[in-house]
């Protein structure tokens, strides 16, 4: 299981282009490793976390009118919580003869 970032995925305005490129590279080789060991029975995932709490310790991200367009993106119209980006990697985890094997998206 990699934990890598919506930013991987979309790439974003308010990251710096390396943290956008460097989540995507988990992504790609989470799918490259998903394929090369499907044979084997060996489950590879990732979960790409969408806008966090820890966030707001970013001088952009803690803007009032930069997270408000940001959330604004977020079907659920709030950030996620810590628990709740913790528990999908358990569960994917835990799972036993689970058919899942990609990149998974908390938005």
């Known amino acids: 299981m990699n934990i890598s970032s919506i930013s991987g995925v979309t790439g974003q305005s308010f990251v ?3 943290y956008n490129a460097a989540k995507g590279a988990v992504r790609m080789a989470t799918k490259a490793a998903a394929v090369q060991f499907a044979p084997d029975g ?5 979960v790409h976390p969408g806008l966090m709490p820890a966030m707001r310790t970013s001088k952009m991200t803690a803007d009032p009118k930069v997270r408000e367009k940001m959330l604004s993106n977020i079907p659920i119209g709030r950030v996620g919580r810590v628990e709740e980006g913790a528990l999908m990697p358990i569960y ?4 036993t003869n689970h058919p899942i094997s990609q990149a998974l ?3």
């Open 16 to 18: 710096h282009m390396g």
């Open 42 to 46: 060996i489950r590879v995932n990732s």
């Open 92 to 95: 994917f985890s835990r799972v």
């Open 105 to 107: 998206k908390c938005r």
